[in-house]
């Protein structure tokens, strides 16, 4: 069945980018002029998503608007002849369909995907996190989508390679080897200490899932953080269904903390051929500047 909707969970209170996020939403802050939650949103779009959900908090209305339509705005591109921007702007405000749901408490990602449970309805959906992007020529949730095709329409989980050492910061997946790229999850396992962990292949915010991990949501208990852990939901549905890990193609930049944010700057700013020559020739005065040699 055709993946149509995805679910972007973005309750979270951003706290590593106070105090920024103390009056906006984490997720409007730009990489140079394009806010992190439009290339999320376009990668779901690029795959095929005629809907968005986003799971929201208080503060988030930011993120709504920017998907909408601004008519007076537009009024005023208009006005002053600013044909590129306007098209710019209308395009933003026509690109999905995108509704909304309020998580009222903020109890762990699997509390924010049930949320979303009327409207996903019997059919199986996407989930991006909304602080994770992945550039890449197939978007990410579409080379899942691809997979789960390929398997009858089971759940598949987006996992990368991560080192050793650094598995206690996502959820690390285990399984059987169907191929190079490919397990039948028999688990996961909630940031594991290095010695424990059963891989090196890491969750960073991409599955496909059908709707029978509803039910299990409704069910399980409070988890890590006493939050209601999607994980714990996955571990459950794998002795149930087949569920599969797919290590995705693509350059993936953790946006939800600094460092992240600044390899994503620098390397869009490098990618973008308007503004890499100004980039590179203000990034070499500013080295010199302050006396930086390579």
């Given at each position: 069945?055709?993946?149509?909707?995805?679910?972007?969970?973005?309750?979270?209170?951003?706290?590593?980018?106070?105090?920024?996020?103390?009056?906006?939403?984490?997720?409007?802050?730009?990489?140079?002029?394009?806010?992190?939650?439009?290339?999320?949103?376009?990668?779901?779009?690029?795959?095929?998503?005629?809907?968005?959900?986003?799971?929201?908090?208080?503060?988030?209305?930011?993120?709504?608007?920017?998907?909408?339509?601004?008519?007076?705005?537009?009024?005023?591109?208009?006005?002053?002849?600013?044909?590129?921007?306007?098209?710019?702007?209308?395009?933003?405000?026509?690109?999905?369909?995108?509704?909304?749901?309020?998580?009222?408490?903020?109890?762990?990602?699997g509390h924010a995907v049930l949320m979303a449970k009327s409207m996903i309805g019997d059919e199986p959906f996407a989930v991006l996190l909304g602080d994770d992007i992945v550039v890449n020529k197939v978007p990410a949730i579409k080379q899942l989508m691809d997979i789960s095709i390929a398997n009858n329409g089971a759940s598949v989980i987006g996992?990368?390679?991560?080192?050793?050492?650094?598995?206690?910061?996502?959820?690390?997946?285990?399984?059987?080897?169907?191929?190079?790229?490919?397990?039948?999850?028999?688990?996961?396992?909630?940031?594991?200490?290095?010695?424990?962990?059963?891989?090196?292949?890491?969750?960073?915010?991409?599955?496909?899932?059908?709707?029978?991990?509803?039910?299990?949501?409704?069910?399980?208990?409070?988890?890590?953080?006493?939050?209601?852990?999607?994980?714990?939901?996955?571990?459950?549905?794998?002795?149930?269904?087949?569920?599969?890990?797919?290590?995705?193609?693509?350059?993936?930049?953790?946006?939800?903390?600094?460092?992240?944010?600044?390899?994503?700057?620098?390397?869009?700013?490098?990618?973008?051929?308007?503004?890499?020559?100004?980039?590179?020739?203000?990034?070499?005065?500013?080295?010199?500047?302050?006396?930086?040699?390579?």
């Open positions: 069945m055709k993946i149509r909707k995805a679910i972007i969970p973005i309750a979270g209170k951003g706290t590593r980018f106070l105090p920024a996020t103390k009056e906006i939403a984490k997720e409007i802050i730009p990489i140079i002029n394009v806010p992190m939650i439009h290339y999320i949103v376009q990668e779901a779009v690029e795959a095929g998503v005629e809907q968005i959900i986003f799971v929201t908090s208080s503060g988030k209305f930011a993120v709504e608007d920017y998907f909408d339509r601004n008519q007076e705005l537009e009024a005023f591109l208009e006005r002053n002849k600013k044909t590129k921007e306007l098209e710019l702007i209308r395009k933003i405000g026509s690109m999905v369909d995108v509704t909304s749901v309020r998580q009222k408490e903020q109890l762990g990602l996992v990368m390679e991560v080192p050793k050492n650094e598995t206690q910061k996502y959820g690390i997946v285990k399984g059987d080897i169907v191929n190079e790229k490919t397990l039948r999850m028999t688990g996961m396992v909630e940031k594991p200490k290095p010695e424990d962990a059963p891989t090196n292949l890491a969750t960073p915010g991409r599955y496909i899932l059908t709707p029978d991990i509803f039910k299990i949501l409704e069910t399980i208990p409070r988890g890590a953080g006493n939050e209601y852990q999607l994980t714990d939901a996955i571990n459950v549905l794998c002795q149930e269904k087949d569920v599969f890990a797919y290590k995705f193609t693509g350059e993936r930049y953790d946006t939800g903390n600094v460092h992240g944010y600044l390899d994503a700057t620098i390397d869009f700013a490098l990618k973008d051929p308007d503004i890499r020559d100004t980039f590179l020739e203000n990034l070499k005065m500013r080295l010199l500047k302050n006396g930086i040699k390579l």
